[in-house]
C-alpha cells in the first residue's frame, strides 16, 4: 500500500435533491460501497450543512489516477453516480473536468 493521503471535497446540492441525495447514501446500490474499497478509498464520509456537501476520505492505493479510472468505468458506480449526480451542483470555480471541488488541507493531528 502507500502513503495515505487525504482528501476533502465540496459541492452543492440542488434544495430539490437533498432528500433524495441523503435517502440514496443511506442505503447505496449494490456495488458501490465494494468498488469504493477496492480503489482503496478509506474513512469516506460525506456530511452537508444548508446547501453543500463536504466529504473526507482517504487513500492508501499506490496510483490515485489509475484507481479513479477504474472507479469511472465500473458498472455500478456509473449506474449510481447517473442517480445521484442530478441532484448534486459543482462549484463555479472548481477545477476545469473536475466535479466536487478539491478542497487545501491546512491542519492535520494524528
Known sequence: MGEVRRFG????????GKADYIAHHANPMPGVNEMIKECHLKNY?????GEY??????Y???DFEADMDKMAADPATQR?????KPLMQ???DRAEGD???DMTE???LD
Open 80 to 84: 449510481w453516480w447517473d442517480v445521484v
Open 90 to 92: 459543482p462549484l463555479e
Open 45 to 49: 464520509s460525506i456530511y452537508t450543512r
Open 9 to 16: 471535497q465540496i459541492i452543492k446540492v440542488k434544495p430539490e
Open 99 to 101: 466535479f466536487w471541488s
Open 53 to 58: 456537501l463536504f466529504s473526507y476520505f482517504e
Open 60 to 62: 492508501d492505493g499506490d
Open 106 to 108: 491546512i491542519y492535520h
